[in-house]
């Protein structure tokens, strides 16, 4: 990252102020900036510290005062272009029974988080499209739908979450370092590494052959990411397996993507083939668009579970799961629920006073 330049009255180093600022993906007009409350209400504070921290120093150096001396003021601040984004968490809970257990474990982990990192929270409970074909499927593929201008069109950029993810609020910004034209995500294939996610799936197409060699079959597809795709009927290619639970997302860079994958995509298998993951992860790679995340921000307990289960030869018992759960989300970012169903009912009461 650039270090700020030092700030003083002289032209040559509010130059170097208004220049630093426009490398950083600002515009170097700070007035009108400021006037623009809409989309930089969060930056008005910024602005006026340091338009006073300039305005502060004598407009121009004494007789005999050298630029080297002057500069030795050093800034203090250290900003980077994302401070400069609307940016919103989106979600969707549909359904009285999601919603609540949304609310009840998720909601002060997720709004603290917002509030550290200036982000607005939107909480969807109604489905985005009411038609039959979206009647049929799972409500998980309008996620896809997210970036329609009624939801994020006053908003730069969007961080879709899936609702049974928990926030450790204490967690860095998930969109740093992301590109506005790339996706952020985390690669499932390298969860919780490599050689423990082939671990994890070789033993379990193992065991599957002599019980039902089609389960076999698909826990196969698991070990290979252009498997992984083609066992959906997708063309064999793709290097990752993208894990949509968080997006991170620009509405007017990803918006047609993500509305092509809804709208041109049916759905197959439904959950045991992953709703719309499959598709999703395909067009991703297929443009180029992954930005691969750290994977502490998609944490799956359900793998950190089986790993774990498949270490000691024997099912976890609920008291367990819950110690597991309470030591991964203290040292961890997102803790992702995916695939657990109702037996997270029987442990997740517990960290409701972490989370």
Not at 40 to 64: D, V
Not at 170 to 187: L, Q, Y
Request: net charge positive.
């Amino acid at each position: 990252m650039l270090q700020s330049p030092a700030v003083c009255g002289h032209s040559r180093c509010v130059g170097e102020l208004y220049a630093h600022i426009e490398a950083r993906g600002a515009i170097a007009n700070i007035p009108n900036i400021i006037r623009r409350k809409k989309r930089f209400r969060r930056t008005k504070a910024l602005y006026r510290k340091r338009n006073t921290q300039i305005s502060s120093h004598p407009p121009a150096r004494q007789t005999g005062e050298s630029h080297e001396r002057c500069t030795q003021t050093a800034y203090p601040a250290r900003y980077s272009w994302e401070w400069f984004m609307k940016v919103a968490i989106v979600t969707l809970a549909i359904g009285g029974r999601y919603h609540d257990r949304w609310r009840a474990y998720c909601e002060r982990g997720w709004t603290s988080y917002a509030a550290k990192h200036g982000f607005d929270l939107i909480v969807i409970d109604k489905p985005l499209d009411d038609t039959w074909r979206a009647a049929a499927r799972s409500p998980a593929w309008q996620k896809c739908l997210i970036l329609r201008p009624d939801i994020a069109g006053r908003y730069d950029r969007i961080i879709w979450l899936d609702s049974d993810i928990l926030i450790n609020a204490n967690s860095p910004s998930v969109i740093e370092g992301v590109s506005p034209e790339k996706i952020g995500a985390t690669d499932m294939h390298t969860f919780p590494s490599v050689e423990e996610f082939r671990h994890m799936f070789t033993l379990l197409m193992q065991m599957a052959q002599s019980a039902n060699s089609g389960v076999a079959k698909t826990w196969q597809t698991y070990l290979d990411p252009a498997d992984w795709h083609a066992a959906w009927g997708l063309p064999r290619w793709g290097r990752s397996i993208v894990q949509t639970g968080v997006l991170v997302l620009f509405p007017r860079h990803h918006r047609a993507l993500l509305e092509n994958v809804y709208f041109s995509y049916e759905d197959r298998g439904g959950e045991p083939m992953n709703y719309e993951n499959r598709p999703l992860s395909f067009e991703i790679q297929k443009h180029n668009l992954l930005h691969v995340l750290d994977n502490r921000f998609n944490t799956l307990l359900l793998f950190l579970i089986m790993k774990r289960q498949m270490d000691l030869r024997r099912a976890l018992m609920p008291f367990e799961c819950a110690e597991l759960l309470k030591s991964t989300f203290d040292h961890g970012y997102f803790l992702h629920l995916a695939g657990l169903k109702d037996t997270i009912d029987e442990f997740l009461p517990q960290l409701a006073e972490k989370a």
